[in-house]
């Protein structure tokens, strides 16, 4: 079978890969004593302690590797700040992009707050373990003086302590092959615009949106005045003078508890629109079928929880969706709704759209009613999802960049042992040890065997790779050439 004909297996859902390397325990934790940079370590076997790399350190570690060697497919996904005081985080914008848009919000995860709703969460289809060292550390400790620089300003060193630890490392990569490439958000209406070809996810309620009138604008960028009292926006935090608004209570329809929420003060209003997202505001023309809420208008209310106060500026703080500042009528128009936009939408048959990037189809976003809801479910195309498996494996064999406190390692497999797999488990972790490989795991049912077209078709779908050092571990039964491995995966995507 040619590469162009590969498809991925059918019957392929897991793909995992269990190496061991060489390297320095880098990944730092907790100061101790003082000024002694430590180690990550956990204790087993009694009283043994052993250092390890966190699995946050490992996925830095190979998106880093993937956005050099594939800087074209794996570019980093932009972040912004949302949520107000102690509740605020940095998480992935969603409002600009998706997994068919950027690789690593399809591998990698993601959570995306919603202010007042659930969130919209992505496991990562990408799992990955703790790197665990091999070898116990014995107390390694580094001692620095910096002499040279010292005694150019003839400066007395200030010493400094370091843990270390040398030592091969075990962590295990299991891809869940069916939910790579695809995805699916719960959104509250839609609309698509045929002359822009911009399909447009509404994720939170349409018209929770004000307009401001008599606004002027400041002296500094995304700063505004009514009566000399101020607005200032920064991203999507919006701060505004307490004398703007009121703090009102309203009692719950369910719970029957009274709720705090904060609003404009009604003289400071425009005169309500019948639609307040409009082609000017929002970019968008109201074409689709899916948008049913015309006419309809929330007051813009912020309840306790979604909005803090700061004393000594006295200016109240929360998270806004978007913003426009018309000069020529001096209004300021501020949103809730959260968008996400997908430009180069094409619309199909149905409420089908397909994405474009570089004149080519990547995928397509459908949109389904369930109910009283709708779902946005994303689908990469297979070509793509083969080129995006095929990426994570290549770097994984080869190496990943291991890049800290001035000391350049790498993580360079001295050994490896992957297999395709019924299920996204990563068996082999467990029966992988420093001088043993534990062949019993070989008979696991999970793991596939070649196709009835393959010449190696009563043999188990497995690779393995060991360097001289580990020369007598027995994997003998497993395939010995990388491409093989990868075309009986389906994924023909590199050169031999």
Same mark, same amino acid.
Request: charged share 30%; hydrophobic share 30%.
């Given at each position: 079978?040619?590469?162009?004909?590969?498809?991925?297996?059918?019957?392929?859902?897991?793909?995992?890969?269990?190496?061991?390397?060489?390297?320095?325990?880098?990944?730092?934790?907790?100061?101790?004593?003082?000024?002694?940079?430590?180690?990550?370590?956990?204790?087993?076997?009694?009283?043994?302690?052993?250092?390890? $790399?966190?699995?946050?350190?490992?996925?830095?570690?190979?998106?880093?590797?993937?956005?050099?060697?594939?800087?074209?497919?794996?570019?980093?996904?932009?972040?912004?700040?949302?949520?107000?005081?102690?509740?605020?985080?940095?998480?992935?914008?969603?409002?600009?992009?998706?997994?068919?848009?950027?690789?690593?919000?399809?591998?990698?995860?993601?959570?995306?707050?919603?202010?007042?709703?659930?969130?919209?969460?992505?496991?990562?289809?990408?799992?990955?373990?703790?790197?665990?060292?091999?070898?116990?550390?014995?107390?390694?400790?580094?001692?620095?003086?910096?002499?040279?620089?010292?005694?150019?300003?003839?400066?007395?060193?200030?010493?400094?302590?370091?843990?270390?630890?040398?030592?091969?490392?075990?962590?295990?990569?299991?891809?869940?092959?069916?939910?790579?490439?695809?995805?699916?958000?719960?959104?509250?209406?839609?609309?698509?615009?045929?002359?822009?070809?911009?399909?447009?996810?509404?994720?939170?309620?349409?018209?929770?949106?004000?307009?401001?009138?008599?606004?002027?604008?400041?002296?500094?960028?995304?700063?505004?005045?009514?009566?000399?009292?101020?607005?200032?926006?920064?991203? $999507?935090?919006?701060?505004?003078?307490?004398?703007?608004?009121?703090?009102?209570?309203?009692?719950?329809?369910?719970?029957?508890?009274?709720?705090?929420?904060?609003?404009?003060?009604?003289?400071?209003?425009?005169?309500?629109?019948?639609?307040?997202?409009?082609?000017?505001?929002?970019?968008?023309?109201?074409?689709?079928?899916?948008?049913?809420?015309?006419?309809?208008?929330?007051?813009?209310?912020?309840?306790?929880?979604?909005?803090?106060?700061?004393?000594?500026?006295?200016?109240?703080?929360?998270?806004?969706?978007?913003?426009?500042?018309?000069?020529?009528?001096?209004?300021?128009?501020?949103?809730?709704? $959260?968008?996400?936009?997908?430009?180069?939408?094409?619309?199909?048959?149905?409420?089908?759209?397909?994405?474009?990037?570089?004149?080519?189809?990547?995928?397509?976003?459908?949109?389904?009613?369930?109910?009283?809801?709708?779902?946005?479910?994303?689908?990469?195309?297979?070509?793509?999802?083969?080129?995006?498996?095929?990426?994570?494996?290549?770097?994984?064999?080869?190496?990943?960049?291991?890049?800290?406190?001035?000391?350049?390692?790498?993580?360079?497999?001295?050994?490896?042992?992957?297999?395709?797999?019924?299920?996204?488990?990563?068996?082999?972790?467990?029966?992988?040890?420093?001088?043993?490989?534990?062949?019993?795991?070989?008979?696991?049912?999970?793991?596939?065997?070649?196709?009835?077209?393959?010449?190696?078709?009563?043999?188990?779908?497995?690779?393995?790779?060991?360097?001289?050092?580990?020369?007598?571990?027995?994997?003998?039964?497993?395939?010995?050439?990388?491409?093989?491995?990868?075309?009986?995966?389906?994924?023909?995507?590199?050169?031999?």
């Amino acid at each position: 079978m040619s590469k162009e004909n590969l498809k991925i297996r059918d019957d392929l859902k897991g793909i995992t890969f269990t190496i061991i390397f060489e390297a320095d325990a880098l990944n730092r934790d907790e100061k101790i004593g003082g000024n002694i940079p430590s180690i990550k370590k956990l204790t087993r076997f009694g009283n043994k302690t052993y250092s390890y $790399l966190s699995r946050v350190a490992m996925r830095h570690y190979l998106f880093e590797t993937l956005s050099k060697n594939y800087p074209n497919e794996w570019k980093p996904a932009n972040c912004i700040e949302s949520g107000t005081g102690e509740k605020k985080v940095v998480q992935f914008d969603l409002q600009t992009q998706n997994i068919l848009t950027h690789a690593e919000l399809d591998a990698f995860g993601y959570m995306f707050t919603i202010s007042g709703q659930t969130s919209i969460t992505r496991k990562a289809p990408v799992g990955i373990t703790k790197a665990v060292a091999l070898e116990t550390w014995e107390g390694d400790m580094q001692f620095n003086a910096n002499h040279d620089l010292a005694n150019r300003c003839r400066a007395n060193p200030n010493p400094v302590n370091k843990e270390e630890h040398k030592s091969f490392f075990k962590v295990s990569f299991t891809i869940d092959v069916e939910k790579l490439g695809y995805d699916e958000w719960w959104i509250k209406d839609y609309n698509y615009d045929d002359t822009s070809k911009k399909l447009t996810l509404f994720l939170s309620e349409r018209g929770t949106d004000v307009i401001l009138k008599n606004v002027k604008k400041g002296e500094e960028e995304f700063q505004y005045f009514i009566d000399n009292k101020e607005i200032r926006i920064d991203g $999507l935090t919006c701060y505004v003078d307490k004398e703007l608004m009121e703090e009102k209570t309203k009692k719950d329809k369910k719970t029957k508890d009274e709720k705090k929420y904060i609003t404009f003060k009604s003289n400071l209003l425009e005169k309500k629109k019948e639609e307040h997202i409009t082609e000017e505001s929002s970019g968008n023309k109201d074409n689709s079928k899916g948008s049913k809420n015309k006419g309809k208008s929330k007051t813009f209310e912020i309840y306790e929880g979604d909005y803090s106060f700061d004393d000594e500026q006295n200016l109240y703080q929360f998270t806004i969706g978007k913003y426009f500042y018309d000069e020529q009528k001096n209004t300021l128009m501020l949103s809730m709704v $959260l968008l996400a936009h997908t430009i180069d939408a094409e619309k199909e048959q149905g409420e089908k759209y397909k994405i474009i990037k570089d004149n080519l189809k990547i995928g397509q976003i459908e949109i389904k009613n369930e109910g009283q809801n709708k779902k946005a479910i994303f689908q990469l195309e297979d070509r793509e999802k083969q080129k995006r498996l095929y990426q994570i494996l290549e770097v994984l064999r080869n190496g990943l960049i291991y890049h800290s406190s001035g000391e350049n390692y790498g993580i360079v497999p001295q050994f490896i042992i992957a297999a395709g797999l019924k299920l996204p488990i990563p068996i082999f972790h467990s029966f992988v040890e420093l001088n043993s490989f534990d062949r019993s795991i070989l008979e696991n049912a999970y793991i596939l065997k070649h196709e009835k077209s393959d010449a190696n078709q009563n043999k188990k779908l497995i690779f393995a790779y060991k360097s001289e050092k580990f020369r007598n571990l027995d994997v003998s039964d497993a395939c010995g050439d990388w491409y093989e491995f990868l075309m009986s995966l389906g994924l023909g995507c590199g050169e031999k």
